[in-house]
């Protein structure tokens, strides 16, 4: 089955600076990345993705760069701020089944 | 903005009692999933559903598990005789492709 690292398992930052969090995958057939957002007690928001025939997608302050020969994706986002502060989910989908694994998650601070 | 919704959003009860997690997806999406989220732990597949039927389940789906479609907008989730190990966040997912999943605010059910 597909296996999903994320890295760190924690970031803190200070308001103002960036944050980057990488996911690896190992199925190659993967052509499909979204990240997830998921603030204390809701469910995972999704706030970007990212098909294979692209290398790079920007949505304001979030983007998401693909990598699919070293079979990596990676969140970043610039100018953070204190409402950022949640855990955030990479995941694979299982096209063929509509299953996603997902990684472990990052628990991201922003300090004021 | 159209969302996917759950019910109840908190649920306790005894072990070996049969639970019934209810959910209403997102109108016109054709897939559906469900996933768990044990406290502090990254978000686990255990089944999805297309077409009236499962598509692909986890080793967590046991044969104490089911879903239905009981009509055209509800999806359901039931665990026949719960058990302690059983308690987590239970959220439900929709999406109008195999791909892009949009999840819902989740059940939290404790099993004492």
């Known amino acids: 089955g597909e296996n999903v690292e994320q890295h760190p398992s924690t970031l803190s930052v200070q308001e103002g600076d960036s944050a980057v969090i990488k996911c690896t995958y190992s199925d190659s057939a993967s052509n499909y990345f979204p990240w997830y957002k998921q603030e204390l007690g809701k469910g995972p928001q999704l706030i970007i993705d990212i098909r294979s025939n692209v290398g790079e997608k920007k949505d304001q302050r979030i983007a998401v760069t693909l990598n699919k020969t070293a079979k990596h994706f990676s969140l970043h986002i610039t100018e953070t701020q204190p409402e950022d502060s949640a855990v955030y989910f990479c995941?694979?989908?299982?096209?063929?089944?509509?299953?996603?694994?997902f990684g472990d998650g990052t628990t991201l601070t922003v300090k004021p | 903005e159209p969302e996917v919704t759950q019910t109840p959003s908190h649920q306790v009860t005894q072990m070996g009692q049969e639970v019934i997690l209810r959910c209403v997806p997102i109108s016109n999406h054709l897939y559906f999933y469900w996933y768990r989220q044990i406290l502090g732990q990254k978000v686990e597949f255990l089944v999805s559903?297309?077409?009236?039927?499962?598509?692909?389940k986890s080793e967590i789906f046991d044969d104490q598990f089911s879903v239905e479609r009981p009509d055209g907008s509800n999806f359901t989730l039931k665990i026949r005789s719960t058990k302690l190990e059983d308690s987590a966040m239970y959220f439900c997912a929709s999406g109008f492709s195999e791909e892009t999943q949009y999840f819902g605010p989740g059940t939290r059910l404790l099993v004492l």
């Open positions: 995941a694979v989908p299982n096209t063929n089944a509509g299953k996603s694994t």
């Open positions: 559903f297309y077409n009236n039927e499962i598509s692909e």
